[in-house]
């Protein structure tokens, strides 16, 4: 225990002899010097935020930018989807040629800004549509659906809360033939 004492007073009372002017410069000098340091780590901490930020803003201005390229396109598909379901309600069917063109228009904005999920969903959509035999008019429906969900994720939407059938509804008056489900208020 003497041992610890003498180690401690032993600096303690060295500092007592130095003059005061000596001390009170090494301790700004200290002062200084911490000061400096932890300036510049929040100088680097500070410019590495706002880096960071600015890439995220960036990004999102990105995004925002796509989406609203999207927008078009996909308000042009959905409108053609209840142009050709009122054509249907009414026995008639849409003119084959601007049937092609609208599709084609759709295609290139697709595959220019569509997301990869949407432009698998649509390809997926377009050759089940293209292979008569496999045609199964609720299936189809259920893939146009799957379309559909993926072009509002694209836009930034959320599916969550949304299930089988939610989207059809607004097509068919009875989304639970295709389902198999009941729908819940």
């Known amino acids: ?13 060295s500092i ?12 700004s000098g200290a002062v ?16 590495r935020m706002e880096y960071r930020y600015s890439e995220i803003r960036e990004k999102q201005q990105e995004l925002r930018e796509k989406q609203e390229k999207m927008i078009d396109p996909y308000n042009k598909l959905v409108n053609l989807i209840f142009e050709i379901l009122n054509l249907t309600k009414q026995n008639k069917t849409i003119n084959d040629i601007d049937l092609i063109r609208k ?25 089940n549509m293209a292979n008569p035999e496999g045609l199964d008019p609720s299936k189809s429906m ?13 836009l930034g939407f959320s599916k969550k809360e949304m ?8 097509f068919i008056n009875d989304p639970e033939s295709l389902t198999g489900r009941q729908r819940t208020n």
């Open 1 to 13: 225990m003497c041992n610890v004492y003498e180690y401690i007073n032993e600096p303690v009372s």
């Open 16 to 27: 007592s002899s130095i003059d005061t002017a000596v001390i009170v410069a090494v301790i």
């Open 32 to 47: 200084a010097v911490i000061g400096l340091i932890v300036n510049s780590i929040m100088s680097y901490r500070t410019k």
């Open 103 to 127: 599709m084609a228009e759709f295609n290139v904005a697709v595959l220019l800004y569509g997301s990869n999920e949407v432009i698998s969903k649509w390809g997926n959509y377009r050759v």
């Open 142 to 154: 259920l893939k146009l659906e799957e379309v559909l969900y993926v072009i509002r994720e694209d």
């Open 163 to 170: 299930s089988e059938g939610d989207i059809l509804s607004l």
